[in-house]
């Protein structure tokens, strides 16, 4: 899109890029409103202290029950001129993560999702910002203790991989992956630390039987 398409089509009130993510995930989840969604009281920019605007939390049923988290903020939301048409746009990527749940967990309710997913992604998002370095596929770091600190938990580690169904699409501000993190077990961890396998190999491990790498809390073996 050209600047003068982005003029004529949006105004400064609009959301050019939140509106993308929306008809992205419209793909998957045809009526758009999510079960739930956690927004930031103060922005980021307004000197909150979360970089995200907000998680989007949809329920999944069936044979492999699940909350699918998308983030709102790593990439270029709001109406802006000179991003238009960028290489990528904001830090070129939106953080999802799918946890896996027990079909007695369902239904939910608001009090009832899980807020700890959200938290590791404001705190990814807040390194990126503070850091100035950001993720891409096949990325992975040590969460230095579980991923769900109050969990008794083997998922010490984060995988990043492009979100199995959302992938990558194209807003008018630039293109954006959706890396979804996967939770990963010290021994897994290891296996990439040292190069004894690749983030490749190990998505390709994980993924069997698992089509949507759920991460499961109560997992203990290594997929190796």
Do not use: C
Request: hydrophobic share 35%; no cysteine.
């Amino acid at each position: 899109m050209d600047l003068e398409t982005y003029k004529e089509t949006f105004d400064v009130d609009d959301s050019p890029g939140w509106t993308a993510i929306d008809e992205g995930l419209q793909r998957f989840y045809p009526e758009v409103e999510p079960d739930f969604h956690f927004g930031t009281i103060i922005s980021y920019a307004l000197g909150g202290p979360d970089p995200l605007d907000g998680v989007s939390v949809y329920k999944r049923t069936g044979s492999s029950p699940h909350l699918h988290y998308v983030s709102y903020g790593m990439s270029e939301l709001h109406y802006n001129e000179e991003a238009v048409g960028g290489q990528v746009s904001g830090w070129g990527f939106e953080f999802t993560f799918r946890l896996k749940l027990q079909e007695e967990d369902m239904p939910l309710s608001d009090g009832d999702v899980p807020i700890w997913p959200i938290n590791l992604m404001q705190n990814l998002g807040r390194y990126v910002f503070q850091s100035r370095q950001w993720f891409e596929d096949g990325h992975f770091i040590p969460a230095n203790g579980p991923i769900h600190a109050d969990a008794d938990t083997a998922m010490v580690a984060l995988l990043m991989v492009k979100d199995p169904e959302l992938g990558s699409i194209e807003t008018p501000h630039g293109p954006i992956d959706f890396l979804q993190l996967v939770g990963l077990t010290q021994e897994e961890f290891d296996l990439l630390r040292h190069k004894k396998s690749s983030a490749k190999e190990m998505a390709a491990a994980l993924s069997n039987g698992n089509r949507l790498l759920l991460t499961d809390l109560d997992r203990r073996q290594s997929v190796f």
